[in-house]
């Protein structure tokens, strides 16, 4: 599978508890995003990488949240001292910053469940 | 940012006839528009999208309108099937270089067999 791809799937975790999930982007993608999909709203804007810069970070996105891409290639989100709001689908997708740059490609997503 | 908002949230229609979703956004710096379908449990799949330079795309049994003077655009799928039902959401980009997407709160589509 030549897509993006994420890991885990799924992740329940108690209140107060860090959680970290992973993104691989489509590999001649050097643009890498992050989203957040709660139950019958359209995804929302996290973050963004160009390369292993993280150039833009949403207000959404709280201090107990952060996000890496060290090399370049997959990505990190990791949220600390989890809450109950924070449960939700964590999409990463990718795109290219040339030629058909625009064309954003998602992973199958993280669903986390805070309990 | 953008603001995006699309209508209508649901949508039933027959097999076999069309369907019609519209979105308006904001910025009208914006220049390209996708629309992605997400099935049940699964992620949002890009079906078709549209540059600021043409007024419409079209792509077998769906198509994609856009009027920059009125700052919508509107996603049209004709000979509806079974498959077609899912959710689907419009988006615009915003920022320096366009590249975040601002999606709209989606169109919940069921095709009646």
């Known amino acids: 599978d030549t897509g993006v791809s994420q890991d885990p799937r799924h992740k329940i975790t108690k209140r107060g508890q860090n959680v970290t999930f992973r993104c691989d982007p489509i590999?001649?993608?050097?643009?890498l995003y992050w989203y957040r999909q709660t139950l019958g709203q359209g995804p929302e804007f996290l973050t963004y990488f160009q390369n292993e810069a993280q150039l833009e970070k949403s207000r959404l996105l709280s201090d107990r949240f952060s996000a890496e891409r060290p090399k370049g290639s997959f990505s990190t989100l990791e949220i600390q001292r989890t809450e109950q709001g924070d449960s939700a689908m964590y999409l990463c997708a990718s795109s290219a910053s040339t030629g058909r740059r625009l064309e954003a490609f998602f992973g199958q997503g993280t669903r986390l469940t805070v309990v | 940012g953008e603001n995006v908002e699309q209508h209508p949230s649901t949508l039933s229609v027959q097999e076999g006839d069309s369907a019609v979703i519209k979105c308006t956004y904001s910025?009208?710096?914006?220049?390209?528009f996708p629309w992605y379908k997400q099935e049940l449990g699964k992620r949002p799949q890009l079906i078709i999208d549209?540059?600021?330079n043409v007024g419409e795309k079209k792509d077998q049994r769906i198509a994609v309108t856009l009027n920059k003077t009125a700052k919508h655009f509107s996603l049209h799928i004709t000979e509806t099937q079974p498959e077609d039902s899912a959710v689907y959401f419009c988006a615009a980009p915003w920022g320096f270089g366009n590249e975040k997407l601002t999606f709209g709160t989606g169109t919940r589509l069921t095709i009646i067999p």
């Open positions: 549209i540059r600021s």
């Open positions: 910025d009208s710096a914006s220049n390209y």
């Open positions: 590999s001649e993608h050097n643009r």
